[in-house]
């Protein structure tokens, strides 16, 4: 599975994301421009994911959005795994937006 850091993400110029943690966490905080597709529900919302361009996968700690990742790429996306999740990046000083 492809992997990248979010120092390595943050320097990404418009990077597709999809945050795969629940709708609770997500309203916490989240990376800025990333869409939040809950992990239960990426089967049914596959169509909504590009397929012709990388996509970034994060949750809160790398663990779901590495499945997630695993499964996209099963499906023919160029998937890569954020490691660390939203908690490496909230760690590293990063910016986080809050609500939907």
Same mark, same amino acid.
């Given at each position: 599975?492809? &992997?990248? =850091? #979010?120092?390595?993400?943050? =320097? $990404? =110029?418009?990077? #597709? #994301?999809?945050?795969?943690? +629940? ?11 990333? =869409?939040?597709?809950?992990?239960? +529900? ?5 169509? &909504? ?12 700690? /790398?663990?779901?959005? /590495?499945? #997630?990742? +695993?499964? $996209? ?13 939203? /908690?490496?990046?909230?760690?590293? /000083? $990063? ?6």
């Amino acid at each position: 599975m492809k &992997e990248i =850091t #979010v120092t390595e993400l943050s =320097t $990404l =110029t418009a990077p #597709v #994301v999809i945050d795969v943690r +629940e709708t609770w966490e997500y309203d916490e905080a989240h990376v800025p421009g990333v =869409t939040n597709i809950p992990m239960g +529900e990426v089967v049914a919302r596959i169509g &909504e994911i590009p397929a012709d361009v990388p996509v970034h996968v994060i949750c809160a700690a /790398g663990g779901r959005s /590495g499945q #997630v990742a +695993e499964y $996209l790429a099963a499906h023919g996306h160029d998937a890569i795994n954020i490691a660390g999740g939203t /908690g490496a990046w909230r760690q590293a /000083g $990063l910016p986080v937006e809050q609500g939907a």
